[in-house]
T-cell receptor, first 114, second 115 residues
Framework: AQSVTQPDIHITVSEGASLELRCNYS??????LFWYVQSPGQGLQLLLK??????LVQGIKGFEAEFKRSQSSFNLRKPSVHWSDAAEYFC????????????FGTGTRLTVIP | NAGVMQNPRHLVRRRGQEARLRCSPM?????VYWYRQLPEEGLKFMVY????????ESGMPKERFSAEFPKEGPSILRIQQVVRGDSAAYFC?????????????FGPGTRLTVL
């Protein structure tokens, strides 16, 4: 069965520092992978997605993610964090087999300090 | 183009009452998904609907929960005889097609509190 693990519950970085949020998935075939961001009291916004092709995916707000099949990972990165990036980040994998619901990780809360 | 609309944003119910959560998908979207987010957890899929059809309800609790997406009007998630464990944020998402590669757009959620 599909599953997603986000090992870091909470990460704190200084503004301007680089960021990497980890995501590991369990899936039998080539997965559909997503990163979403959730600001407090808001819904989820899609940052980027991977279906096939180039394993380095560019998203909105300066984020990128790299799909590594050998490590079953899809880590999210940003070279320089802004205070407005403070939010909850969720990695998700598509259900597969023609189904299109998503399996989400438990999320990583990002705090940005000045 | 308005996004996915959910109402109410906050809903308080006493144990045993009914909760009705509404979701209006984005214009042009005919596929709706409901997810539940318990405190400190990620979103869990509940049900996937198209107009007048339930496509996948594998994530729905077997009792007290039901969903519909009528030909006209919003999708409704209904919880009968609510219990404290139903307290959560309920998110609706919509997509244009049923393709797994089609982006799901999320609403702001309804936060249900059961007293």
């Amino acid at each position: 069965a599909q599953s997603v693990t986000q090992p870091d519950i909470h990460i704190t970085v200084s503004e301007g520092a680089s960021l990497e949020l980890r995501c590991n998935y369990s899936y039998g075939a080539t997965p559909y992978l997503f990163w979403y961001v959730q600001s407090p009291g808001q819904g989820l916004q899609l940052l980027l997605k991977y279906f096939s092709g180039d394993t380095l995916v560019q998203g909105i707000k300066g984020f990128e993610a790299e799909f590594k099949r050998s490590q079953s990972s899809f880590n999210l990165r940003k070279p320089s964090v802004h205070w407005s990036d403070a939010a909850e980040y969720f990695c998700a994998v598509g259900a597969g087999n023609g189904a299109n619901n998503l399996f989400f990780g438990t999320g990583t809360r990002l705090t940005v300090i000045p | 183009n308005a996004g996915v609309m959910q109402n109410p944003r906050h809903l308080v119910r006493r144990r045993g009452q009914e909760a009705r959560l509404r979701c209006s998908p984005m214009k042009g979207h005919s596929h709706v998904y409901w997810y539940r987010q318990l405190p400190e957890e990620g979103l869990k899929f509940m049900v996937y609907l198209q107009k007048e059809n339930i496509i996948d309800e594998s994530g729905m609790p077997k009792e007290r929960f039901s969903a519909e997406f009528p030909k006209e009007g919003p999708s409704i998630l209904r919880i009968q005889q609510v219990v404290r464990g139903d307290s959560a944020a309920y998110f609706c998402a919509s997509s244009r097609s049923g393709s797994p590669t089609d982006e799901q757009f999320f609403g702001p959620g309804t936060r249900l509190t059961v007293l």
